[in-house]
């Protein structure tokens, strides 16, 4: 665990960083909601802020005065035993309270938290708290990221954010099948490093011998899945997916536009022919399994691409895999409100592993478990094969 002075740096580097995120937005940027999964940016700087003031403040730090009455109100997010929240699907329309009320809120929080840290001894409880307040901001600013994305992407005019941002790692090596022989390894967070609970209880997995690619899956790659009728063809597709695909007219990745008979993507930097090279994206766990069926491969599963991690490089894509998101053996979720973090999301998802090019740095580690239903695709998803 860490220091309590490497947590104050922790805190302040966090709390910077969801800023300098935001830096690049228009004030109207900040208040849009498209879909049901993608949040106004302002509400993340605000949901951020609450779980600080939420779990830390109102706990540890005597009298605090609340900066409003209403901030749990309006930025709540699942956190079902701590009260009424403003419903997801309504975030779009709350207009107030304003940006420039959120970065009171945000500078009021931040500055009650410094003098907690600075002004006194924190017992190893609260320091815990403080770390997973951290690490649960730094998730949400891959959220800022995937969502001012899908925020500027569904604008016809199709704005860049910067300059700066870089979503197309090239995996400048040839593709080679690492093997990995049949046995039995260990699963799970063993240091004594943060992680969340969903890593937690070591256990044994046996594995059947398979072998696993050392690249992501291409844009080429996947370009000769749509060519061949890969979107068309029934027989790779789960029914839920065909369905899936048909109802929403699915051709394609997410952000892709054919222009002059030439594929394009909209990045954060805008619009730019697509990089053939580049490891495909935005793809839902629908579409990786299908395209794994006309391979005549699979995906793998959680345990095979954790035992194979170390000889092969991740981190630019979040990566399906087959297994479930559920409990490993022995769970335990915490108590309180924070038990609701992951424990009660084990149903209906499927993991994915490694990190993305939106991942907050030293935030991911090959023990993350990632999770979201199969259809979504707004994250920086993509996929590698085992056969």
Not at 37 to 65: D, M, Q, R
Not at 142 to 156: C, H, V
Not at 180 to 199: L, M, P, T
Not at 285 to 301: D, H, V
Request: charged content about 25%; proline content about 3%; aromatic content about 16%.
């Amino acid at each position: 665990m860490l220091s309590q002075k490497e947590i104050i740096q922790l805190f302040k580097d966090t709390r910077e960083d969801s800023e300098k995120i935001c830096s690049f937005l228009e004030t109207e940027d900040y208040v849009v909601q498209p879909i049901e999964n993608v949040s106004p940016p302002k509400w993340h700087l605000g949901h951020t802020t609450w779980f600080f003031e939420e779990f830390v403040l109102k706990k540890y730090a005597g009298s605090h005065e609340l900066f409003d009455e209403h901030t749990a109100y309006v930025f709540n997010s699942y956190y079902e035993s701590v009260g009424e929240k403003v419903i997801r699907t309504n975030r779009g329309n709350l207009s107030r309270p304003t940006v420039a009320w959120i970065y009171k809120f945000r500078k009021y929080v931040t500055e009650e938290m410094m003098k907690l840290l600075e002004n006194n001894k924190l017992s190893k409880e609260a320091l815990g708290v403080i770390e997973i307040g951290c690490h649960h901001e730094k998730q949400h600013q891959e959220l800022l990221y995937t969502d001012i994305k899908y925020i500027l992407g569904n604008n016809p005019l199709l704005p860049k954010y910067n300059d700066e941002f870089k979503e197309n790692i090239i995996q400048d090596f040839e593709q080679e099948w690492i093997d990995i022989s049949e046995g039995i390894y260990e699963i799970g967070h063993k240091s004594e490093d943060f992680c969340y609970d969903n890593e937690k209880g070591v256990h044994k997995k046996y594995l059947c011998d398979f072998s696993i690619s050392n690249k992501l899956v291409t844009n080429a790659e996947f370009i000769e899945f749509i060519e061949a009728g890969g979107y068309k063809d029934v027989l790779l597709w789960h029914a839920e997916a065909w369905d899936w695909i048909n109802e929403h007219k699915i051709s394609s990745p997410s952000y892709w536009h054919k222009i002059d008979n030439d594929w394009h993507q909209y990045t954060l930097n805008g619009l730019i022919k697509l990089d053939l090279q580049a490891p495909v994206t935005h793809i839902s766990y629908f579409e990786a399994f299908a395209f794994a069926q006309w391979k005549g491969m699979r995906l793998p599963n959680e345990e095979e691409w954790e035992t194979a991690q170390e000889k092969f490089a991740w981190g630019s894509r979040w990566e399906w895999t087959e297994s479930a998101y559920s409990p490993y053996p022995n769970y335990e979720k915490p108590e309180g409100a924070l038990g609701e973090y992951n424990g009660k999301f084990m149903v209906n998802q499927k993991v994915l592993r490694g990190g993305s090019v939106a991942t907050s740095k030293n935030h991911t580690r090959h023990t993350y478990r990632n999770f979201f239903h199969p259809q979504l695709r707004w994250q920086f998803t993509g996929f590698r094969l085992v056969k």
